[in-house]
Structure formats: C-alpha cells, structure tokens
Nanobody, 129 residues
Framework: QVRLVESGGGSVQAGGSLKLSCAVS????????MGWYRHALGKVRELISS???????LYEDSVKGRFTISQDTTQNTLQLTMTNLNTDDTAVYYC???????????????????????WGQGTQVTVSS
C-alpha cells in the first residue's frame, strides 16, 4: 500500500524559509514522476513543482527561483526547500506521486494527474507579514 507522509510545515514570517519532507512507503522514489501541490483558501489546487525519474525539474512561475524540489532515493523521500516565502505562499502543501498501471506483469508510470495520483495528507504552511 502506498503511503506518503508530509512534514515540515509551520508558521514563518515573510522572507523566511521552510523545508518540507515527504516520507514514502510502498512506492519507489525516483521511479516515477513526483511533485508538490498546494491548495490555498479560495483558490484551486495547483502543481507547483515536479521532478522526473531522471531528476529533471519543473516549477510554477510564482515559485521559480525560490523553491527547490529534490528526491532522496536512499531515504525514499521527496523534499521541497522553500526560501524567501511570502504571504501568497500560505496554503496546504501536498506531496504527490504519479499513479501506475499494471500490465503484463510490469508497473508503468503515469504522469502526475490529480485523478490518479497517490497523495499525502497535506501540511499547512502559513506565512505572515
């Protein structure tokens, strides 16, 4: 059974930093695409960063240059290092792993998709001015 557990959220003042971690079990980090989503009050959930199995990364424009996604295949964890936080970053942050398809005895990776992802329970990040 796949389980993702986020940690590292909290309250911080604008300009501060936080590092989120996602402990993964039942799923191999680095095998398929993984990412971080966030859901702010009154807004739709958005994918803010993703990392492919080859290590290539993508960032949503509002976090580019401030957030860094990384994966540790030895610890089977996913991280998000957030710097220069501002009040617009206040949200619940979710770790997600791309779903898989089982065919002919092999698991194939899907791409990240909210309807097929494996999800963590979320961790609150609150940035005050």
């Amino acid at each position: 059974q796949v389980r993702l557990v986020e940690s590292g959220g909290g309250s911080v003042q604008a300009g501060g930093s936080l590092k989120l971690s996602c402990a993964v079990s039942g799923y191999t980090v680095g095998r398929c695409e993984m990412g971080w989503y966030r859901h702010a009050l009154g807004k739709v959930r958005e994918l803010i960063s993703s990392i492919q199995s080859n290590g290539s990364t993508l960032y949503e424009d509002s976090v580019k240059g401030r957030f860094t996604i990384s994966q540790d295949t030895t610890q089977n964890t996913l991280q998000l290092t957030m710097t220069n936080l501002n009040t617009d970053d206040t949200a619940v942050y979710y770790c997600a792993a791309a779903g898989t398809i089982y065919r002919s005895g092999t698991y194939f990776c899907r791409s990240l998709n909210p309807t097929t992802n494996f999800w963590g329970q979320g961790t609150q990040v609150t940035v005050s001015s």
